[in-house]
């Protein structure tokens, strides 16, 4: 089981970026894929999810509205694409693997595997 999560770099104020969880060694359509986020000096925060097949979604109020979490089956791949970013959104985001129904999916012990983080800033 591999998560490869890419797509960060430095994008001014208002800006856009899509993240990439890449996944191998298992289907989408069995497990959720849930994105967290690190920023400096704070804790670990789960931010988004999508169930097992793409049937739910889920956002936290402080990115709801502005990302998008998607999934492509025949890549084996999740998306989040993030708009109108601001400087609070400077993190590193990770991607986990978790259950089916994205259950509890903002507390870290509802994953079992991580990607290896890619690193957003914000900044203008």
């Known amino acids: 089981v591999q998560l490869q999560a890419s797509g960060g770099g430095l994008v001014q104020p208002g800006g856009s970026l899509r993240l990439s969880c890449a996944a191998s060694?298992?289907?989408?359509?069995?497990?959720?894929i849930g994105w967290f986020r690190q920023g400096p000096g704070k804790e670990r925060e789960g931010i988004s999810c999508i169930s097992a097949k793409g049937g739910s979604t889920y956002y936290v109020n402080s990115v709801k509205g502005r990302f998008t979490i998607s999934r492509d089956s025949d890549k084996n791949t999740v998306y989040l694409q993030m708009n109108s970013l601001k400087p609070d959104d400077t993190a590193v985001y990770y991607c986990?693997?978790?259950?089916?129904?994205?259950?509890?999916?903002?507390?870290?012990?509802?994953?079992?595997?991580w990607g290896q983080g890619t690193q957003v800033t914000v900044s203008s």
């Open positions: 060694g298992f289907s989408l359509d069995h497990y959720s």
């Open positions: 986990g693997r978790g259950n089916y129904f994205c259950s509890a999916y903002r507390f870290e012990d509802s994953y079992d595997y």
